[in-house]
């Protein structure tokens, strides 16, 4: 049974830091990787979705990264804002998603 | 853009009362899904289904079952709702399984009294 871990549970960085968020799973055999983000009370919104056949993706000043055979993904924030506070959540996807619990980011002014 | 909306934000229920949460989406995705959200335990699957009147047990479909009559709407049905049934429940849908991205409502904060 997959399973998949974030690592820091919780971050809080100042506003402008460059910041990396964890993401690992135990079974390689993944058709993607999705990362989310939730605000306080709402629902996931899809941030990035990296191919198993992929090793990044990019977004703005989001890029996330891919390594199947560590069974690791990594998000990089770059310049964080204060907007950019929220959960992130990492997916693997095989026959269906399985989630991380989230790492709770804090970006403060 | 997809827009997948829950006919609730808020519910108060009493115990042993039958509830419905309602999903509908508006881009023809052929798949659709359940969650509940705890915390400590992340988003936990409960039913999911890739088509109209198919239906897919997850991971944890005790004490629920789900409706698909037309394919842009998907019921989950709590048949005696239960205080342990209190959490924050999550649809989404998909233009496909496997591997798409799947599409988030808002939400439902339901509470079991």
């Known amino acids: 049974k997959q399973e998949v871990t974030q690592i820091p549970a919780a971050l809080s960085v100042p506003e402008g830091e460059n910041l990396v968020l964890n993401c690992s799973f135990t079974d390689s055999a993944i058709y993607n990787l999705q990362w989310f983000r939730q605000d306080p009370g709402k629902g996931l919104t899809s941030l990035l979705l990296?191919?198993?056949?992929?090793r990044e993706q990019t977004s703005g000043r989001l890029n996330a990264s891919l390594d199947k055979s560590s069974g690791r993904s990594t998000l990089y924030i770059a310049a964080s804002q204060p907007g950019d506070s929220a959960t992130y959540l990492c997916?693997?996807?095989?026959?269906?998603?399985?989630f991380g619990e989230g790492t709770q980011l804090t970006v403060n002014p | 853009d997809v827009k997948v909306t829950q006919s609730s934000r808020y519910l108060v229920k009493r115990t042993g009362e039958k509830v419905f949460l309602e999903c509908v989406q508006d881009?023809?995705?052929?798949?659709m899904f359940w969650y509940r959200q705890d915390p400590g335990l992340g988003l936990r699957l409960i039913y999911f289904s890739y088509d109209v009147k198919m239906k897919e047990k997850g991971d944890i479909p005790e004490g629920y079952s789900v409706s698909r009559e037309k394919k842009e709407r998907f019921s989950l049905i709590l048949e005696s709702a239960s205080t342990n049934q209190t959490s924050m429940y999550l649809c989404a849908s998909s233009l496909l399984a496997g591997g798409n991205i799947q599409y988030f409502g808002a939400g439902t904060r339901l509470s079991v009294l």
């Open positions: 997916a693997s996807s095989g026959s269906r998603l399985t």
């Open positions: 881009m023809d995705h052929e798949n």
């Open positions: 990296i191919q198993s056949s992929q």
